[in-house]
Every structure is written in structure tokens, then in C-alpha cells.
């Protein structure tokens, strides 16, 4: 899952009831997107795992750009730092996923997915200072480290091939947050097409995986040794998990504003758990929902979700 700064829609927010539905559809897909990893690193390397899904992702919201008539950047300063985004918010989360699901279930990782925010603020604060630390904020993030404990069930101890793959996917929240505050930071004043800032950084975070991945991974596997389940859940999780659902979440920013499409934050790790669950047979400990609720308590109140609003 890649997000953007939320911004501000221009028009009254429909209701609830109009907009649920459409923050509900690429929550699904983004919680899908785990098991789709999973099936994926049965028969690829995570490095051709990611390297698929950026391809798929990028033609995907390229074809929605040319329907929309829209264009990619043309400046050289901006290029280059959508390269460093689809690195850090792309090619390296992505690629972490993956080995980290070699070694912990799908919908693990999907919970520490959602711990993304949590780096974010304080990477905003204090190496980009797009944001002040207010009260709520510090408590907030206090309450995110203690949900970590949980997940991690740091007093029940873990062998060393559960842990790596736990701290693999926090590295990989940990590459969100700093790609989001650097993407706030250096990229929104200077385009307005969100689409045209994902599009692009896909590309990059293309070009970028397909040179690494021979020298780390060794010669790509051909198509017809893979299996027809295996080729699906790429694609899939290129055009549907990374392409489309970026699409939509774009959509909500607009039509509902920035405030509830981040909501979708809460839900993903909810699809996680319960297709890990259901279509995987993945074993869910107690500890690690209970967790996720601590975390995700943590981000509410970080994002100022429980104070009094005006009338």
C-alpha cells in the first residue's frame, strides 16, 4: 500500500452513506494485496515479485492517465525526486513485504502495514518539519510503540526467523514514512495531478527494480514455468492492489477529502487478517488483533480523531 498527502476537497463531502462503499473498495483490494504477495513468493523471488507488481501497477495508471488526457511531468527536478520516492515508497517496501511474508503470515503483515502513520509524524517533525508534535500526537505515538510490543508479543519471546520477518515488514513501514513527508515536502506544490505523481514514481520504481533484481535475484524465471495462480496474483497485484486502488484513493481524496479517505488506514488491516484467515488458513494469535487496535488507537489520536469539532 502507497498513500499520498491527504488534501483538502473543494466541495461539501456527500454523506456516509454515499461514500462508505467506495473507502470500503480499495481497502479490500490493499488488504488483498498481502495474500497476493504470498502466492506470489511461492514461486518468484520478492525482488520479480515487485518487479511485477510496479510494472503492472505503472501500465495501469498510465492507461487512466491517456483516458483522462493527462501528462507525465517534464521537469528534470521532478523526475528525480519521484526516482527517490518510487525507491524509498515503492521498491524497497514492496520488496521488504515479501521477504518478510517468506518468514510470517500474510495477515501479519497486513497489521504491521497499518503501523505506517506512526512513522510518519514523527519523520514529518522532525527530518522534514511539514508538522509541530502536539500533546495528542506524542501520546498517540507512545500508545503505536506499545502496540508493536503486542504485535511482536515481545513477552512470549520469538525465534529469530519470526522476528526478521516482523522487522522486515516495520522496515517496510518505515519506507512509507519517510517517502510520504518527502513527497509533502518536495513534490505537492509542484504538480497537481496526483495520478501523474504515482504514475511516474511507478515508472521509476520500475526501471529501478528491473536493474537490481538480476544481480541480487539471478535471471528472471520465464513465464511458462510459473503457474497460472502465480501470474494472477502479480498481476492482480499490480494493476488491482497498487494501480487501481491507488486510482480510487485519489478519488475519495477529492470527492470526500483528505480527513476520510485516510480512514482507509483502519480498514486494510482488517481485510488483511480476515482473507489471511479465510483464504490462506494463516493462524491468528490473540495478541496480535489486540495489538493492531492498540496501534491503530495510537494513530487515531495522533491524527486529532477524537477532538470536539464546531458546529
Known sequence: ??????????????????????LLVPAAIWGCSFVFIEVGIRELHPLYVTLGRVACGAVAL???LAIRRE??????????HLAAIGFFGAAVPFTLFGYGEERIPSLLAGIWNGTTPL???????????TERFTRNQALGLALGFAGTLIILGAWRGTDGADLLGQLMCFGAAVCYGVAIPYQARFLTPRMTSDLAIAATMLVCAT????????????????ITSLSPEVIASVVALGALGTGAALALHMRNVRRIGGSNASYVTYLVPIFAIALGVLVLDEKLEWYQPVGAAVVLYGVALSQGRFRRRPR
Open 1 to 22: 500500500m502507497t498513500t499520498t498527502p491527504a488534501t483538502t476537497a473543494t466541495t461539501e463531502p456527500p454523506s456516509l452513506r454515499t461514500w462508505l462503499p467506495w
Open 62 to 64: 498510465l492507461a487512466i
Open 71 to 80: 501528462s507525465l511531468p517534464r521537469s528534470p527536478l521532478t523526475w528525480a
Open 119 to 129: 512513522v510518519v509524524l514523527p519523520v514529518a517533525v522532525l527530518v522534514f518539519r
Open 207 to 222: 526501471v529501478e527494480v528491473a536493474l537490481i533484481a538480476p544481480f541480487v535475484a539471478g535471471a528472471p524465471p520465464a
